[in-house]
């Protein structure tokens, strides 16, 4: 069953990259779901175990998308990054530095597929009221993209991948947060220098700005605007507040979640709810991108089923013989180069059911866990398909008739995550 379970994920993923009939990526995993169930594979027992992994990362994320959009009609990110470019003053660079930064932080809170969602059409219209480049601006887009899952690492709900973890090896927000908050400023740092690196010869010394509005002018709704910002607050102090009890992310999120739309909801005119704006919400979440990951699910635990996790255990045991290094390094490795194949959130599940066969020690288990998170955090930025961010910064640009290939993508891709993933499991290595 080794081989039948190898040729389903295969063809699943040659269904999702070639999109035959422009099949949509949630249908082309469903299929390959269905084939894993069609010769026994999984059971219908294995959807409950599996739903039972992933129902706080995924609840978690439709939360944030909620939150995400949102603010993006109050004008919240327009704001922010409007701000940023009046502060950038003309420099490019500093522009193109900042607006790193900000991605940085909008991951760090909204998750890494929150921060592709909003900041990616936010930075295009940004750089469509500068006279910057086209050329130019291609460097900001692979650079915005690529901060977006490079800096998800700090906390636990700043990517599913991390909530998966903290979860099945039962890592509270603030145990994770004390070691992978260094973790992420040492690879935000590198992650800066290389971007640098790579594009600084296509971008121009100085930029002009076309619209010098106020950005307060971008603000459409300035009591949803006030209210953002004060649950916002209120819902980062509760991540932590919380953190030793045994209430989930995902509850905390959708609280909040709720409490936002309920208030974009309201009429302008006697305060009325307004159901068509739910309803806009629910249209405009990037539902096939989250059908995908589920299905996805389903089609590796079909690997695991066929033997695939314990031979990786092994290996992972292996590795633990090198020391916390060589664990770290090896790990967070071999799960960067496994999800940029298979995506990461199905790659997180299998890599955490393979630790566990590890039978490490609690100390190595943990650094191989954490390790487990930097993979499948950076290791997918290698190709377009190696995360949902991915797959929701490509949606967003293709609606924008910005078409980038495969070869593109995966030249700046590996030239980017080999460096960035190195720096950050050595400061995994040295925090842990």
């Known amino acids: 069953m080794e081989v039948v379970a190898l040729i389903i994920f295969v063809a699943t993923m040659a269904l999702v990259v070639a999109k035959p009939f422009k099949i949509p990526i949630g249908a082309s995993a469903i299929i390959g779901a269905a084939g894993a169930f069609a010769v026994g594979l999984i059971h219908i027992s294995d959807v409950a175990t599996v739903w039972r992994l ?53 991951a760090a809170i909204f998750a890494n ?60 927000f603030n145990a994770y947060a004390a070691k992978m908050v260094i973790v992420d400023l040492a690879t935000l740092a590198a992650t800066l220098i290389v971007t640098t690196v790579i594009f600084r010869g296509r971008l121009p010394r100085r930029y002009g700005l076309i619209d010098h509005s106020h950005p307060s002018t ?121 999800s940029s194949i298979a995506n990461n959130l199905p790659t997180v599940l299998i890599g955490s059911i393979s630790i566990s066969s590890a039978h490490l020690s609690h100390h190595f288990t943990t650094v191989a866990a954490l390790a487990n998170v930097v993979g499948t955090d950076l290791g997918p930025k290698i190709t377009p398909i190696g995360s949902l961010a991915t797959l929701i910064w490509l949606e967003i640009l293709a609606k924008r008739s910005i078409h980038i290939t495969w070869w593109e993508y995966f030249k700046y891709g590996i030239a980017m995550t080999a460096p960035v993933i190195v720096v950050a499991l050595l400061t995994l290595s040295l925090v842990t």
């Open 218 to 338: 971008h603000i459409n709704d300035r009591t949803l605007f006030r209210a953002g910002n004060i649950v916002l607050v209120l819902t980062f102090l509760a991540y932590f507040g919380l953190a030793n009890t045994k209430v989930p992310v995902s509850i905390v999120t959708s609280i909040a979640a709720i409490i936002l739309l309920s208030l974009a909801s309201r009429h302008k005119e006697g305060k009325k709810f307004n159901f068509e704006y739910p309803k806009k919400v629910v249209r405009e979440a990037p539902w096939q991108i989250i059908i995908f990951s589920l299905a996805m699910y389903l089609v590796v635990f079909a690997l695991v089923h066929a033997g695939y996790a314990s031979s990786l255990g092994r290996l992972f045991s292996n590795f633990a013989t090198s020391g916390k290094l060589g664990l770290a390094l090896g790990v967070g490795g071999t799960v960067a180069i496994i």
């Open 54 to 106: 992933i129902w706080n990362a995924t609840l978690t994320l439709i939360a944030l998308v909620v939150i995400s959009l949102v603010l993006a009609d109050a004008g919240f990110f327009k704001y922010l990054a409007s701000r940023v470019a009046n502060l950038c003053g003309s420099s490019t660079l500093r522009l193109f530095v900042t607006l790193q930064l900000l991605t940085a932080l909008t």
């Open 113 to 172: 597929d929150g921060a592709a969602l909003i900041l990616t059409p936010v930075v295009l219209d940004l750089l469509e009221v500068t006279d910057i480049s086209l050329t130019a601006q291609g460097a900001f887009v692979f650079a915005v993209g690529f901060v977006a899952d490079a800096t998800s690492l700090p906390f636990v709900i700043s990517n599913l991948t991390n909530i998966i973890t903290s979860d099945y090896f039962h890592l509270s």
